[in-house]
């Protein structure tokens, strides 16, 4: 059997990945291990479930602190996060690219241009690890630079050992995760400091179509999801702003971070 120097150089790093299993640093461990194969700029290790993201651990800001940008997102931007909402919409387990559940129109979303352009920059890669029928343990690699297929293609090779490393890493997160996270807000919640702007609350199917006009959804991904027709669908965002008194995604986009202020 014939082992190259990178073979080589790999089963070294999962067994120091192992040792330190049980560190308060085994995070920053494996990032480390991973930059050595796959050039990224931010990353994040963090538990998605139907209340707010719990964090393990993240790379500090600029300045060394805490991310402003990712402290917004905490707060209810996450919400939009195309990663966190396919997760919610069907656990999976595995590599999962941007392009593998950004909407159609995601570019073009204020989400996109005022938070993940900014704080991600260009393009992103996550690992999912379900641990059960609700949570789904998440390491996300922001990048400046779109990703190569050659770094998808390492990032796959390597990926079923990541996820079993990061399963095994949460029989040490217990006192973490034993805390409970505040539930999601949902969306009537989101516009509940708003409402006097409102003619009537917004419906239940109105509110949807809202979250999938604000994640960057068209209308013909907004029909297929809900199962209505792209006819209703603009009728359903005509009675959204009319309730609401604006007039554009970006004005419904402003009071959706006008309630998460609030």
Avoid at 47 to 76: H, I, R, T
Avoid at 121 to 147: K, M, W
Wanted: net charge negative; with cysteine; hydrophobic share 45%.
């Amino acid at each position: 059997m014939n082992l190259s120097l990178q073979d080589i150089a790999w089963h070294r790093a999962i067994g120091q990945l192992v040792e330190a299993l049980d560190q308060p640093g085994f995070w920053i461990t494996l990032v480390r291990q991973l930059e050595q194969y796959v050039s990224f700029d931010s990353w994040v290790a963090l538990l998605f479930s139907n209340g707010q993201p719990l964090v393990f651990a993240e790379c500090p800001g600029a300045d060394g602190g805490l991310d402003p940008l990712f402290q917004d997102y905490l707060a209810g931007l996450y919400l939009l996060d195309p990663f966190y909402i396919a997760s919610r919409e069907r656990q999976a387990a595995g590599l999962f690219r941007l392009a593998d559940v950004a909407p159609e129109c995601f570019e073009q979303t204020d989400y996109y241009q005022r938070y993940f352009s900014l704080n991600v920059v260009a393009d992103e890669v996550q690992i999912n690890v379900p641990l059960d029928d609700e949570r789904t343990l998440c390491l996300s690699l922001g990048s400046h630079q779109r990703f190569s297929p050659e770094h998808i293609a390492l990032l796959s090779v390597v990926q079923p050992w990541i996820a079993a490393l990061m399963r095994q890493r949460m029989a040490f997160e217990q006192e973490l995760i034993a805390h409970p996270v505040p539930p999601a807000p949902t969306w009537q919640n989101r516009f509940e400091s708003v409402g006097h702007k409102a003619e009537s609350a917004l419906t239940a199917r109105e509110l949807d179509v809202g979250h999938l006009l604000l994640s960057g959804c068209s209308s013909k991904e907004i029909a297929r999801k809900l199962a209505i027709s792209t006819e209703t669908v603009k009728v359903h965002r005509k009675h959204i702003y009319g309730k609401l008194g604006i007039k554009s995604q970006s004005e419904l986009f402003a009071l959706f971070l006008e309630a998460q202020k609030g």
